[in-house]
């Protein structure tokens, strides 16, 4: 564009320039430097217009080497109808001329340039027409006069006149184009002399818009030149487009101009791959012509062309090659008018004799029409024929004189005539009332260009065909376009019929009037198609725009639950009301269902039946008791309270059933009310017992008698009242102050109303519950310490249980009631009841119903004792290490100046019980007796705790200490709930906890990618919440999936573990973690081994990844190769020096002291032996030698508990280090205080804990995060066995947390020992990755990483592994074998190429020939009797009738076409009914003789004479022509493309369009046939001089059995079967008539001559008596 520019600006330059080369002398003159060599046509006048004209349709321009004078362009390819445009502007001339009313007195002249269809001759032609053609002229003083024209008719391209406007423009020269529509030319800033008198492409656009939106087409193609016009096009259709929201774009594609076959080849493809089939072609005939050839030989078809004014009317697409893919074509084309006068000026045009210029257009014009030359060449050819110039015009045919369709033409006519009317309002003018200054008017000897422009501005007239002509303020005539339908006549002519026009109105727009019964439409449908991007969304769906496709391309998506849409395109789904959810289909609202806990559901009746059992149980105990309530158990027991306790769990039980029903305002408040005033009353029975045999037992010692009186019988019942009634009273302010109330829940699931129980107030539910807990809390722990009384108070034992059960219900309620919805909350609390009720009764009562009823032997008092331990060496060195801290830090002087560290170390023997025993013994001191001081002041017996070894330990500690504030600083605790620092505020660890031991495993699962593995963890709270995280974390991370989760037994069983070890056995994971203890792994690996269970992957948790008990010969085969994490090993400088001086003192008898059981363990010796001892227990001395003995205890090369002990002494120590170094008055505490050593708080130890921070001398920082645990780091350790046969656990890496980071992994894996053949990581998969041409479907009831790969069903496809889902081919498309990518259908129907086409085909040819030898013999034999005596004429009309039965038959082999289709069935009907109306005739004739034969029957035979017969045939043939003809014209057969069949195939058949006018044809032809074989068989038994009946009722006979075998056989025949059963019929009834109606005849004729006589025929033989 910039080049374009740069040329108009120098040839702007030039044209100055000749304008500007005035001579010197007097007068001045100008002179022409240069005059163009053009195509040109001149008439003088006293006014000249200019016009342009493409003349020519191609020019060829020197190569411009500029050596010599460059050569004049050179134009050829003559362009007739760019001469008819010229003339026609010399024609109006002429006319203007001739018309007194306009322009009197003044004579028009025209110069009219030839721009040989290039932009650079068009241009110079102009400068040419503004320059003029004096070669000197002079000038006058003023510079005035007529300029050489006084306005431009044309260009004809938008491009040329854009370059000419821009130049002549600038001396405001008037141009009227009457083809350049580019809407850019609309500009009047840039062209403010440029009109035109064809509508803008702006008015095309909005044109070619309305017509899309008429027929619902929101999906087109759009194909452009790439010149102005085409550019300008598509942009101003983009922008309308949009506007309208008449739909988009699926393509956009600039032709080529130099027809660029690789372009072109593109583009076509495009457009067959491409979903719209509506395609619009802004362009001109040529790049149409370069685009049609490429479309031919791709055969693209099934699209609906939109032309352009461009080529709407372009006949040189309207060939025979072009129509079959270009009918139907609808086309914007510039309105037709009408010019009187025109066709006898173009007669009358003859070339001038005396005009011999080569460049004179009438010659040139005369050359061309009559392939002639004035002047030939010195090389002409004999055959070039010499012009004489009286040629007749008339006789030639040309389109030159075709005015039939005169449409650019109307629009010079209509410029020239603004023009001309624009100069003679000009001229027209009264001085002193002119529209310029001081109201001047134009001068016609010194007119000015402007001024024309000013006139012609205003022009406003009616042409002689009707239409108004007027300018806009943009240079725009009114706008109005016709719609031209392009059709191809049956005899192969083209016709562009006029179907509607386009007109603009300012008012109203754009105003479109179509009538669609005249359109042609080039489709088997005969309708418009269908071309949009996406169908519509019907109700219940929603539009969603395809991400990066136009807005018309869209998914339905189906509403969401709870929304619907009731109307088709919804962009929204609209939400139900509240009580309302969305119906399946989602396009309407249903009310919702209701939920609630009922008593006719199977949970509910469960959970009533229970409730039921359980008061019948307690009736049942309650009447045991009471017969044998004077037996000593049921006396020992305090039967008062145990009677009461039945009672209040009668009422628990029943209270539950409060709980089921759909809730009611008094259901819901006494629901709660009466649940904890019953189990209030149980406890507190429990409670009170409980208090009593504490009392009893203290009563039985010596001087404890007193202790009874405090708990006698009213005692008892009154501390029952009391408690109970504190209950009541909660209930009552609950009830009175915000009582619970029925609710309709709709959180818990959108499609159902829940009715549930609110509680109001949430602090009265909170307090009732609170207080059940309290007295439950009470009763457990007064149990708890009375449990290890003598045996005959032992029911202590059986309360501890039975609260321990209530506890751990109630415990376990909370969560589970929390996040259980809706009914299954009440039936959590049932259950929870009930849970509760039956374990207090079961534990309270069972034991004693045993004892009463089944064994009273035993109903005595009776003690029982005894304990087994385990003495744990390595648990002797933990306790060990800490001692040494404690000893280290003593000694050093820097930290604890002046303090001396002490401590106590217990055993907790294992056992939770001990261990908690042992916490609380920690905390309440040794002294048996100590004096509380005023203020209760003082240092605590311990500042802190180094404890425990176990998560559920450590835990129940916690939660007691807790209570005390007192700080717990764990070296082995790992379960992560241990990090809730509400609940554990004062619990530290050094150790890392589960929930990053778990990510770190998650890193290494993921690092070496294995997605199926098996988790076996303890049975405690370790175990359980490393599970519980394990599978959280897997989840979110999407790391893989858990092939099984097994909890290891405590106490070995042997049948679980052997259940585990067979699933581990038959499960496909390869590799399985196990988070337990070593206990677990000796017993678990004992079964391993038993069962040999080989090709194992194991990964080891930090509790037995060290474990050297493991590192066995009999072992290692099976573990070698464990990958496991690790506690961080450290270093003690000192530890062993320190574990070397330990001895027992000989003073010390204690049997619990620690020193002594270790030395009896290591010298298996005994220093008091037992009265049994057998002869090889050794009694110890105290005198052995430790260095002695090969021991574990000393081997310190693998520290690693050890190392967190030593932490956590060290953080202890820094605690209260940095505690006692407070300054006063900058303490942390209130008003800035500090702690003080002699009046110590434990919550102030837990402040400074929190703060700790130092470096060990091992290089280790030791912290605590805000959840008291410390810098997580773990070493990954790799199980080796060496060659000589010891094992070797090396460190291959590590794990670290970091806020920032998250879990950093470092492996070194090639360090790494892996003990399978391979000597390579295992895969450990659950599935394989499924391939192209399948999809993941997950296996029902197990984990996402488990799925089968299922190959994609028939007609879809996946190209992609692991796909989700199959897509579909498209509609023409198939899966392919392997269904990774789409294939062409294949297509059926009966072909001429298959057997059984073969065989039809020969059949039907076999009858055809045999019928035309018939009657070849019949012709012959015509005068003998048997030929004449059987009706010949009717014979040889049924012979032919045969011969198109059997010909019609063709018509159903093949490919279905539209023709093939309508003519098949009328073709056979009307062949059967000639020939069935044939044999009726025959029929009625033969009865007509028979009577006729009979005395006075002769009258009979006139009317069945051969007139009627003809007659008769010709009437019943032509009612069944008539039927097909209806049919045909109202629903006429058509192929179709039915996939139905066979998905996989295409079976191309025929329709038959209305099923009422088949059955009618087929009924008529069977009503004839009926009445045929009727006729013929009540004729059957006339004299055998008449017996051509008799055939005819045999003929006729098999012709309906044929028939009426063919309709069930047709219905269930698919495809071309059915097509073959009609062919098969048609020939099997043509071949039974053919046989039975001539076969005895030709028999007769042919071979037995001499039964063919008159007497033959008509005799008889008879027997005379």
């Known amino acids: 564009m910039l080049g374009f520019l740069k040329a108009c600006f120098l040839i702007s330059l030039f044209f100055f320039y000749l304008l500007s080369s005035c001579s010197s002398s007097l007068p001045p003159s100008c002179n022409l430097q240069k005059e163009f060599l053009l195509n040109e046509m001149h008439k003088p006048g006293d006014v000249v217009l200019g016009g342009l004209f493409e003349l020519h349709l191609t020019s060829v321009l020197d190569e411009g080497t500029f050596t010599s004078e460059p050569q004049q362009p050179h134009c050829s390819d003559f362009n007739i109808l760019g001469f008819r445009h010229a003339m026609t502007m010399a024609f109006a001339v002429e006319e203007i001329n001739k018309n007194a009313n306009l322009l009197p007195n003044v004579t028009l002249g025209y110069s009219l340039y030839d721009n040989c269809g290039g932009l650079l001759i068009g241009l110079s032609a102009a400068i040419s027409l503004a320059s003029g053609r004096e070669e000197q002229f002079v000038l006058q003083q003023n510079c005035s006069g007529i300029p050489p024209v006084i306005g431009i008719v044309g260009e004809m391209y938008s491009t040329f006149s854009i370059a000419i406007s821009d130049v002549l423009g600038l001396y405001k020269m008037p141009i009227v184009s009457y083809y350049a529509t580019c809407s850019c030319l609309s500009d009047q800033q840039r062209f403010p002399t440029f009109f035109r008198t064809i509508p803008s492409d702006a008015f095309q656009v909005r044109a070619m818009i309305q017509i899309l939106k008429y027929f619902g087409w929101t999906w087109v193609g759009l194909l452009i030149s790439g010149d102005d016009y085409g550019l300008h096009v598509a942009q101003s259709f983009q922008s309308d487009l949009l506007q309208s929201g008449g739909g988009c774009l699926a393509y956009l594609e600039v032709l080529p101009w130099e027809g660029d076959q690789n372009e072109l080849r593109r583009i076509v493809e495009l457009m067959k791959t491409s979903t719209a089939r509506v395609v619009m072609v802004f362009a001109n ?193 009114i706008p109005i376009y016709d719609i031209m339908n392009w059709q191809w006549l049956p005899d192969g002519r083209t016709e562009v019929v006029n179907v509607g026009d386009v007109k603009g109105s300012e008012s109203k727009g754009e105003e479109l009037l179509l009538h669609e019964d005249k359109i042609f439409w080039n489709f088997e449908s005969k309708k418009p198609p269908r071309s949009v991007c996406s169908e519509s969304c019907p109700a219940g769906t929603r539009m969603a725009r395809k991400k990066g496709q136009p807005v018309c391309c869209y998914d339905c998506v189906p509403c969401p639950e709870g929304k619907i849409s009731n109307q088709s395109n919804s962009l929204e789904c609209k939400s139900c009301p509240s009580d309302f959810w969305s119906s399946p289909q989602r396009d309407h609202c249903v009310l919702k269902k209701t939920e609630f806990l009922s008593y006719n559901e199977p949970l509910g009746i469960c959970l009533t039946t229970s409730s039921l059992l359980g008061t019948f149980i307690c009736v049942v105990i309650l009447g045991v008791f009471i017969h044998h309530r004077q037996t000593p158990m049921v006396r020992a027991n305090n039967s008062e309270l145990s009677f009461l306790l039945l009672v209040s769990l009668k009422f628990c039980f029943l209270c539950s059933l409060l709980f089921i029903g759909q809730p009611r305002l008094w259901t819901c408040q006494l629901r709660h009310a009466a649940f904890g005033i019953s189990f209030v009353l149980c406890v507190s029975c429990i409670l009170v017992k409980t208090v009593v045999v504490v009392a009893v037992f203290k009563a039985s010692k010596p001087g404890g008698g007193a202790s009874l009186k405090w708990f006698g019988a009213v005692q008892q019942r009154g501390t029952v009242f009391l408690l109970t009634s504190i209950q009541a009273a909660i209930c009552t302010v609950w009830l009175v102050s915000s009582s619970p109330a029925p609710h309709k829940n709709t959180q818990y699931h959108k499609d159902k109303i829940v009715y549930e129980c609110v509680v109001g107030s949430k602090v009265g539910f909170a307090v009732l519950f609170g207080y059940i807990g309290l007295l439950a809390l009470l009763s457990f722990l007064l149990a708890f310490l009375a449990r290890n009384l003598p045996d005959n108070f032992n029911e202590a034992k059986l309360i501890t249980f039975s609260m321990l059960i209530f506890c751990a219900v109630w415990v376990a309620f909370v969560p ?152 717990i600083v764990s070296y082995y605790a790992t379960c992560s709930c241990l990090s809730d620092q509400q609940r554990f505020p004062t619990f530290f660890r050094t150790i890392p906890s589960d929930a990053f031991q778990v990510r770190a495993m998650i890193q290494i699962l993921k690092y070496f990618g294995w997605t199926w593995v098996g988790l076996l963890i303890s049975g405690d709270d370790y175990g359980l919440h490393v599970a519980q995280s394990f599978q959280s974390d897997l989840l979110h991370s999407g790391g893989g999936c858990l092939a099984y989760l097994e909890v290891l037994p405590w106490e070995g069983d042997q049948n679980e573990l052997r259940r585990i070890v067979e699933l581990m056995k038959t499960s496909t994971a390869r590799v399985v973690m196990v988070f337990a203890h070593e206990i677990h792994m000796i017993q678990l690996m004992k079964e391993v081994v038993r069962q040999n269970l080989t090709g194992l992957q194991w990964i080891a948790s930090e509790a037995w990844s060290a474990a050297s008990v493991l590192q066995t010969p009999v072992l290692m085969p099976y573990l070698r190769g464990t990958l496991g994490i690790a506690i961080r090993r450290g270093e003690i400088p000192g530890l062993m020096d320190f574990l070397l001086q330990i001895h027992p003192e000989e003073t010390d008898n204690n049997q619990t002291d620690m020193v002594r059981q270790y030395w009896e363990y290591v010298f298996q010796c005994k220093f008091k032996p037992t009265e049994k001892a057998e002869s090889s227990e050794t009694k110890c001395t105290g005198q052995e030698q430790i260095n002695n003995v090969e021991t574990e205890f000393l081997d310190l090369s693998n520290l690693r508990p050890e190392y967190n002990i030593y932490k956590a002494v060290y953080a202890l120590a820094y605690a209260l280090h940095n505690m006692l170094q407070c300054e006063p008055g900058r303490g942390p505490f209130s008003r800035n205080s500090c702690a003080n050593q002699k009046s110590l708080e434990l919550w102030q130890m837990v402040h400074y804990l929190t703060a700790v921070n130092f470096t060990t001398s091992f290089g280790d920082q030791v912290s605590f995060d805000e959840n008291g645990d410390a810098i997580p780091i773990y070493d990954i350790m790799n199980w080796q066995w060496l060659p000589d046969g010891r094992t070797e656990v090396v460190n291959v890496g590590d794990v670290k947390g970091s806020e920032s980071k998250g879990e950093e992994l470092l492996l070194h894996e090639d360090k790494i020992f892996w003990n399978f053949e391979s000597k390579k990581p295992p895969r450990s998969v659950c599935s394989e990755s499924c391939p192209a041409g399948t999809r993941m479907a997950r296996k029902k009831g197990q984990p996402v990483c488990c799925y089968d790969c299922v190959p994609c069903p028939e007609g879809k496809i996946s190209n992609q592994s692991n796909s989700l889902e199959c897509k579909s081919c498209p509609s023409d498309f198939w899966s392919s074998p392997q269904r990774d990518h789409c294939v062409l259908k294949k297509t059926e129907f009966l072909s001429y190429n298959e057997p059984l086409g073969i065989c039809l085909t020969t059949s039907s040819l076999l009858g055809t020939f045999i019928c035309v030898v018939i009657l070849g013999v019949f012709i012959h034999h015509r005068q003998t009797p048997m030929v004449r005596a059987n009706n010949s004429e009717l014979s040889f009309l049924l012979l032919v009738s045969l011969k198109f039965c059997f010909l019609c038959s063709l018509l159903f082999i093949g490919q279905p076409r539209l023709w093939t289709c309508q003519l098949r069935h009328a073709a056979f009907g009307i062949s059967f009914v000639l020939c069935v109306s044939c044999i009726l005739v025959k029929t009625v004739v033969v009865v007509a003789v028979f009577k006729a034969s009979k005395p006075g029957g002769g009258a009979s035979l006139k009317w069945f004479g051969a007139l009627q017969q003809r007659g008769t045939v010709f009437l019943l043939t032509s009612i069944q022509a008539a039927i097909c003809t209806v049919w045909l014209v109202s629903s006429s057969p058509a192929p179709h493309k039915n996939t139905q069949y066979h998905k996989d195939k295409i079976v191309h058949e025929c329709v038959v369009g209305s099923t009422v006018g088949f059955a009618v044809l087929l009924g008529y032809v069977g009503l004839l046939a009926l009445l045929s074989f009727l006729l013929a068989f009540l004729a059957r038994n006339l004299p055998d001089n008449f017996n051509e009946a008799k055939l005819i009722t045999f003929s006729m006979l098999i012709f309906c059995a044929v028939w009426v075998a063919f309709v069930p056989a047709y219905i269930n025949s698919p495809g071309k079967y059915a097509d073959a059963v009609e062919v098969f019929a048609i020939l099997a009834s043509s071949f039974g008539l053919l046989m039975a109606l001539f076969g005895p005849k030709c028999y007769i004729i042919l071979l037995r001559p001499e039964r063919n006589t008159k007497k033959a025929i008509m005799g008889r033989k008879t027997n005379k008596t």
């Open 285 to 477: 005939k040529f790049r149409m012509i370069q685009l049609m050839k490429e479309v031919v030989r791709q055969n693209l078809t099934g699209l609906q062309w939109i032309a352009s004014e461009a080529w709407s009317a372009a006949s040189v697409l309207q060939t025979p090659v072009l129509m079959p893919y270009l009918r139907g074509t609808l086309g914007i084309a510039i309105r037709r008018g009408e010019i009187p006068g025109l066709m006898d000026f173009l007669l009358q045009i003859h070339p001038e004799e005396t005009d011999n210029k080569q460049t004179n257009m009438v010659r040139q014009y005369w050359e061309y029409v009559f392939q002639c030359k004035f002047k030939p060449t010195e090389k002409a050819e004999s055959s070039e024929t010499k012009c004489t110039g009286q040629e007749q015009i008339n006789n030639v045919e040309t389109e030159f004189l075709d005015l039939s369709n005169l449409r650019p033409e109307y629009n010079i006519y209509k410029a020239v005539y603004a023009l001309a009317y624009a100069l003679h309002n000009m001229l027209q003018c009264e001085p002193g009332r002119g529209p310029f200054s001081r109201n001047s008017c134009a001068n016609q000897k010194s007119l000015e260009l402007w001024q024309m422009v000013h006139y012609l501005t205003a022009v406003n007239f009616t042409t002689s065909f009707g239409d108004q002509v007027s300018f806009d303020e943009n240079g725009d005539a």
């Open 816 to 967: 589970a009631y929390i996040n259980s919805p809706g009914k299954y909350a009440d039936a959590v609390e049932v259950f929870a009841i009930l849970a509760s009720s039956f374990g207090l009764l079961m534990a309270l009562f069972g034991p004693k119903c045993y004892i009463i009823l089944l064994r009273p032997e035993r109903n005595t008092k009776k003690a029982i004792m005894g304990r087994k331990t385990n003495f744990d060496i390595l648990g002797f060195r933990h306790a060990m290490t800490m001692a040494f801290a404690v000893e280290e830090i003593n000694k050093n002087a820097n930290l604890l100046p002046n303090v001396t560290l002490g401590y106590s170390l217990y055993d907790n023997c294992g056992g939770l019980l001990l261990g908690l025993s042992a916490a609380i013994s920690l905390a309440s001191g040794r002294e048996e007796q100590f004096v509380l001081q005023q203020n209760c002041s003082g240092i605590p017996p311990v500042i802190g705790i180094v404890g425990e070894t176990y998560s559920t330990f450590s835990i129940a500690i916690s939660n007691v200490l807790g209570l005390y504030k007192m700080p």
